[in-house]
Structures are given as structure tokens and as C-alpha cells.
């Protein structure tokens, strides 16, 4: 019998190795729950966009004006009344922009969560399953790579009058997926011929849970960056097709409002509140997501989250963390050790000249 | 076992230092729970002698090795300390800690080389062995092509492999002759202290035998010194001159590895030393040590190994030992210990037997 338990405990003991950050105290849990709050640049991209995501939800409802409604006040400049001015036709942009919200937002999340989900089925699939699978997979996704994208998303727009945003981001999602499922095929061929992956087969896990559970955690880093880039690339797309005028220009957003300005020379006409503002927000967008993206590798990587968590204190202390040159760090710069790091920077001087010598 | 005879005689006080660490306090961590790996570190090197760093995983050993030549990774931070390095042949040198980035680089492997962990993986799978020694060599020193080459298939041959392997690739060499091409490549600019870290653990005991000989004939050529990490006590017995004893990032012991062996008077390495049987002489209980090495969050108070400690007394909980002379003192001048029994003014004067062995002589 004992003979028999034996090999039980073994596994059991594999087991508990295999399973990663197993005991870490209270303390870690914390810090890790608040990680990529902690991360500065994280957290104005997170607040940039938390901004956003609520005007796309309040938007139509907070908007002071209909913004289709046709007033006398033409090309108004910003007033109380109209805090970015009006249109050639009186409309108010303020309202344009509260309206258009929802759209940008909702092309850009609907097509980054598409074409996320398929690049991670494909590309991990191919990675995984390696072979004739690998092969076809892999065929799939050079082929979608060379689609360009834009001038296919300009076609089927015509082709269909009534595309709205739910097409559009479809569209985008179709083709954008390509480049992400790439990279994570790669990683994932890196990945599957680990040790702890190895271990997950001796110890009898099925595919799916080697797959969820022990590759896709090391992949979240690639995962979510490429999330935040489809997304980037879906909400300039859409501007871009209806600042192109291809997809229906009744229908707000912020290239409609472009589309509108570029269309009645509101730069010729100096009327710089028409165009500026929505140019702004598609940047500060863009920035929100592009500031995410920086927290999150540090975010998802344990061996990054330490250093990221103590951002603030390595700034103030001064310390540059570095691998291959540890830093050294001699407590808080306060007068008298100041004077005292000056006196010992000269007496390194000759220290310095026989290294030289 | 060829420690037969307890000779003191190869002490390392009496030789030039080459290396010296001063109060080494290593941090893991940047904020106030920064776990504290090394707390103010003494140990000096010897020229052309070997030291042996020894102690449970977890204690220090390899913190304090990559402290020294600043290799340590985040969120590893120095805190407080020298580390002088001072050549043996022309007197250049200077505090580690305190070099900029080019300076440092360029001491690197000149001055202290570094044989890594399982380092049979750190060669380039797409590169010649060949072209991976003529690399270093061509970073630090100028000379033509073909001599380079000369030097490297010299480099070869001194660790035993024939010099037609220089264009092998690192799949086609076995473990041990990778690891001796890594030895080799860490003596290509004849540098002056060795770090090994652990360079045997992946190797079957034939192979560590010869790598271990290897190493002490290349020492004696090359005069090198040698820092050698490990955690087999026995191998350290054998091959080190001296030997420091890490505890919870402390050293807790520093004497002539015949002395460690034939007369420990830390009970930590007491303990140590009974957790392997003996090769010759008497059967002795494998005693081993109770316990685990302490979590570095959480250290006891006073002596970190009071709590594991069969000899601990009232004052260990209470007083943290420094590294200090023995009871006996002046007779044994060269070795220091930090332990409570071994300080008049606290402990009880004299040492458990197990302790006490008095050197011959």
C-alpha cells in the first residue's frame, strides 16, 4: 500500500510546484489588487478613458441641444449658451461631440473584443497544436494580414448603404485580427515547450486547461496590448470612414462632425471650435488607451509588478532599477549627507584614474 | 576526503586581499517592507585562495555574490556597504559600489568573472563556442584574428576539451563540457576572483569530481581566487581553503574549512556538518538541523537561530551576536563566529562538547 501512495504524493508535490505565486502574504495580495493603480501613467489613461466611457453612456442625455436641430446663430463661436460654438447651420458641437461618444466608444471596444477573442483562438491554436492545424491556421492569417483593411472597409460600406457602427466594427475586427494572432502563435511555440508546461502533461491535465490555465496567464501582456491596439485602430478607422463621408453622415460621431467641418470649409472660415475639439478628443483617446497599454506589461508581468508598484518611491528615493547594475542606495538625500556624498565624489576622483591606469 | 591532517596554516589574513566586502546590506524591495537579505556583510578574499560561501538555500549566499559585482536583479537594492577590489598584480581597483556603468562594465569579466548557475545553459544556441570566446575577448583586449583564435583553443585545452570543438555548437557539447566551456570562457581575460555559483549542482558526481580538479589545477596555474557557492558542505571541505557560513543573511562563521570541519563552533554549523554522514572515522548520527531557515519577513528577534538552536540560552531571543573571536580567542586568531556562547561577558563561559573540539597544537 505504502508503495502505491507513494507516486500519489509525488504528483501531489509536483503538483503544488506547478501551480505559480501559490503562498504570498496579505501584503502582496494588496498591492497586486491595486497594481495598475499605481502605475501613474496607468491611471490617467484609465481616468482619460473612464471619462469617455461615461459621456458615450450620459452623452445623448446630458447633450444641451438636438444636435441635428438647424438654428439661425451660424458659426457662433464659443459662448455661454454654446460652450464650442455653433455650425454653418446653427447646430450646437458640444451636442455633436456628447452624441457622437457613444458611437466611437462602441466600435472600438465591439472590434478590440472581436478581434482579440479571435487572434488569441487562432493564434493559440496554431501555437499549440503545432502541425498540419498550424499550418492552416497559419495560411488563414497571412492571407487576412496582406487584406487591407481600409479600402475593404470602404468598399463594403458602399456596398451596403445602411452600415452603421455594428459593421463597421465587424469589418474592422476581420481584418485587424491577423497581426495579433501572429504574435501569439510565437509566444505560444516559445511557451508549450516549457518546463511547466511539460509538467501540466506529466501530470495528466487536458489540453483546454494546459491552454487556459497554464499558457494564456503568460500571455496576458500580449493579449491585452493587442486588445488596446485593435481598438486604437478601429476608433481611427471609423473616424476616418466618416470623415471620408463613405459611412452614413447622419449618424454622429467624431469624423461626421469632421466630416461636416472639412465639407463647409470651416477652416477657411476660421471657425477653429468646429474642428479642434473633436481632433482632441480622438487624440486623448488614443493617448488614454496608448498610457494603459505602458501599465499594463508591468501590470501582468510578477516580476515587473514590484518594481512598477513602487514607482513613486523609486522616483523619490532616486533609485534606477536596473538588471546588471544593482543600484545602491545610501538612505534619503538629506544636507549633511549631500555635503557628505560631494566630499566622497572627490575623493573617488583618484580611485577613478587608477582604474583608468 | 583529502582533509586529513587540521592544519592551520592556510589562513587568509595572511595573504593580500583581493576582494573586500565591507558592511554589505542588500534590500529586496524599495518601500518600509523591504525584506532585508544581507545586513551588514563582512568577508575579504585572499589572493589565490579559495572561499567557500555555505548555508541552506535561501540564506544569503547567492545575494551576497551578485551584490558584490552588482549583478543583482530588481527589486534587489544595496543599501549600505563597500565592496573594494584591489588587483594583486598592479594595484588598480576601487569600490564596486561606487563605479559608474562604464567603469563597471569594463572591470567585468577583467577583473571578476562570474561561472553562473546551471550556466551550461548561458551559451548561445546559434553561435560557435568558438565565436562565444573570441567575443569577450575582443570586447576587452585588441589583438588579431588568428591570435584570438589561439587564445580561445588555449582556453579550450586548459579545461580539457580539444581544441576542434571550437567549432562545435553549444547542442552538440554534453552538460559537463559545456559547463567547462563555461569555466574556460570566465578565465579568458585571466581575471582575478572567480564567482562560481553553484557550477556542479546540475552534474553527476563523476563530472563534478572533474570539474572540482579542473578547477583547482587551473587555480594553481592561473592563481586566481575563487568565490565557490554552494550548498554541499562536503565539496566545500575538500576544495575551499576557507569557508563562510551564511545564516538568514548573516555569516555566522568564518574559519579554515579544516577548522569548519574538525572543530565548528557556530551550532549552526554544527549543525550543518551532521546533516551529511562522514566519509571516514567514526559513524556519527545524522543529526540534521529542526526547522526551516527563517522567513526574511519575520526574523526572530536577538539570534536569528535561536529558534532552531539546541544550545540556545535566556540571552539569544534578547541580543543579535556579531561576527566576533572565539571563547579561546587568541588561540585561534584567524576565524571568527557569531554566536552568544562564545562572548564572556553574555554566555555561560564554557561551550557544549560539540562545540569545544580545541585545535590540536
Known sequence: MSVQADPIALTDAASATVQPGGGSTGVRRKRRSLGLLRNRKALIGLIILAVFLVLAVIGPWIAPYDPNAVTRLSLEPPSAAHWLGTTNTGQDILSQLLVGTRGVMVVGLLAGILATFISVVVGVTAGFVGGLGDELLSLLSNVFLIIPALPLIIIVAALVPSAGGLTIALIIAATGWAWGSRVLRAQTLSLRKRDFVEAARANGEPMWRIIFFEIMPNLTAIIASGFIGTAIFAILSEVTLAFIGVTSISAWNWGTVLFWAQSSQALVLGAWWWFVPAGLCIAAVGTALTLINFGIDEFVNPRLRNTAASAGILRKKRIRARIGFTPVYRGAPSAAETRDALTTADALTPTDQEVGA | ?361
Open chain 2, 1 to 361: 576526503m583529502t582533509i586529513t591532517e587540521p592544519t592551520i596554516t592556510r589562513t587568509a589574513t595572511t595573504k593580500k586581499p583581493v576582494l573586500e566586502i565591507r558592511d554589505l546590506s542588500v534590500d529586496y524591495g524599495y518601500d518600509d517592507d523591504a525584506v532585508h537579505a544581507l545586513k551588514n556583510v563582512n568577508l575579504t578574499l585572499g589572493a589565490g585562495e579559495i572561499l567557500g560561501l555555505a548555508g541552506e538555500s535561501g540564506c544569503g549566499k547567492s545575494t551576497l555574490a551578485y551584490a558584490a559585482t552588482r549583478l543583482l536583479p530588481p527589486p534587489g537594492v544595496i543599501t549600505g556597504g563597500e565592496v573594494l577590489f584591489t588587483s594583486s598584480r598592479d594595484g588598480h581597483g576601487g569600490d564596486l559600489l561606487r563605479m559608474s556603468d562604464r567603469e563597471l562594465r569594463a572591470q567585468r569579466w577583467r577583473d571578476t568573472a562570474i561561472v553562473f548557475q546551471g550556466s551550461m545553459n548561458s551559451l548561445n544556441p546559434v553561435y560557435k563556442i568558438g565565436k562565444q570566446l573570441m567575443d569577450g575577448i575582443r570586447a576587452h583586449e585588441k589583438m588579431p584574428a588568428h591570435a584570438m583564435r589561439a587564445r580561445a583553443a588555449d582556453l579550450l585545452s586548459m579545461v580539457g576539451i580539444s581544441k576542434d570543438r571550437l567549432d562545435s555548437y553549444p547542442h552538440q557539447l554534453s552538460g559537463g563540457m559545456r559547463q567547462r566551456v563555461m569555466i574556460a570562457m570566465a578565465l579568458a581575460l585571466e581575471p582575478e576572483v572567480v564567482i562560481m555559483d553553484e557550477p556542479t549542482t546540475a552534474l553527476d558526481v563523476v563530472m563534478q569530481r572533474q570539474i572540482v580538479e579542473q578547477i583547482m589545477d587551473l587555480k594553481r596555474d592561473l592563481g586566481f581566487s575563487v568565490i565557490f557557492i554552494t550548498h554541499d558542505v562536503s565539496l566545500l571541505l575538500e576544495l575551499a581553503d576557507r569557508i563562510a557560513i551564511m545564516y538568514a543573511g548573516n555569516i555566522v562563521e568564518d574559519a579554515a574549512s579544516s577548522e569548519v570541519y574538525h572543530q565548528p563552533r557556530h551550532p549552526y554549523t554544527a549543525g550543518l556538518l551532521h546533516s551529511f554522514p562522514p566519509l571516514h572515522g567514526p559513524r556519527r548520527e545524522l543529526g540534521g538541523i529542526p526547522g526551516s531557515p527563517p522567513d526574511l519577513m519575520a526574523l526572530p528577534s536577538g539570534c536569528n537561530f535561536h529558534p532552531r538552536c539546541p544550545f540556545a540560552f535566556d540571552a539569544c531571543p534578547k541580543i543579535d551576536p556579531a561576527l566576533g573571536p572565539t571563547l579561546y580567542g587568541d588561540a585561534e586568531p584567524h576565524r571568527s563566529v557569531a554566536c552568544l556562547l562564545h562572548d564572556p561577558a553574555v554566555g555561560p563561559g564554557r561551550l557544549p562538547d560539540e562545540l569545544a573540539a580545541r585545535p590540536a597544537g
